[in-house]
């Protein structure tokens, strides 16, 4: 009687832990169902029930004018390019940065360490008017540079690799140079390949980061033809189209400037999660 009794009162917390899990997953899934369905309307449709998730008619008209009504490809094709040089940059200079703080013993390297955990500490608004003065100063201002050369380093990459550079056995780099080889190439030869599941962990957030950044790209540029996508959607939800509420065509941008991210997620999570196991075994 005991054993039934202990049985029932597990499954009954289980199910009740499932059932919280499913509710709050519904809560949070619910806005991307709504997105969905909205971008599918027409645009009476979706002004007159905003919140259904099913469109009636079922129309593409919304994405046929991001296309054709907007510079989606514009910003689509600015934001993959600087995308992709911002993320291979933190990935060197984070992991270089990293390394020199982990390893290599020089005057001022915990004066410097301190600094970099105090700029994690500042937010990013304090940042806005000196970041300008300085763009503006150095002649970038408005560029492809000014999108790219301010955030192709961040503190809180090189902070993740220099954690991670720490827990590697000094051992492996001392056989290396054992071996003849340098500096340099025992970290690039040897520890760096180690360090694959924080490389991977840091090229995940910095996609993410700089594929949805939008402050930067507010003070650092103003021509249109410079727009990154956040900023071109920021663009489109303030009205620039003109009147009306253009759910369709709003939603169905964000939609579209979701899927990269996503994609990118779904394909390196397995490395994600076992990169996270394994750099918690090794701590």
Not at 16 to 36: K, R, S
Not at 76 to 87: D, E
Not at 102 to 122: D, E, K, T
Request: glycine residues 10%; proline residues 6%.
């Amino acid at each position: 009687m005991t054993r039934d009794t202990t049985g029932g009162r597990t499954f009954a917390s289980t199910f009740v832990g499932y059932c919280v899990l499913i509710f709050f997953a519904l809560v949070f899934l619910y806005p991307f169902v709504i997105q969905i369905g909205n971008s599918f309307k027409t645009e009476s449709d979706a002004a007159a029930n905003p919140l259904s998730p099913f469109p009636d008619p079922v129309s593409t008209g919304g994405y046929e004018r991001v296309f054709l009504g907007t510079d989606l490809p514009l910003w689509l094709g600015n934001s993959i390019v600087i995308t992709i040089v911002v993320t291979l940059g933190r990935l060197l200079l984070d992991s270089m940065a990293g390394y020199a703080l982990a390893r290599l013993r020089f005057r001022g390297r915990a004066g410097l360490f301190s600094a970099i955990l105090a700029i994690m500490a500042v937010p990013g608004v304090v940042l806005f008017i000196p970041k300008f003065l300085v763009l503006n100063q150095i002649g970038i201002y408005n560029s492809y540079t000014a999108l790219v050369l301010p955030v192709i380093a961040d503190a809180a990459g090189v902070f993740i690799m220099k954690q991670f550079f720490e827990s590697i056995p000094v051992s492996v780099e001392e056989a290396a140079r054992i071996d003849g080889a340098g500096v340099f190439r025992t970290f690039w030869s040897v520890v760096l390949p180690m360090a694959r599941p924080a490389l991977i962990t840091l090229m995940i957030i910095s996609f993410q980061g700089t594929w949805n950044e939008f402050p930067h790209s507010l003070v650092a540029v103003q021509d249109p033809a410079l727009f990154t996508l956040p900023r071109g959607l920021a663009d489109l939800v303030s009205g620039s189209l003109g009147v009306g509420t253009q759910y369709p065509l709003k939603l169905g941008a964000a939609l579209l400037a979701t899927i990269p991210v996503a994609v990118i997620f779904v394909v390196f999570q397995r490395y994600f999660v076992r990169g996270a196991n394994e750099g918690s075994d090794k701590g």
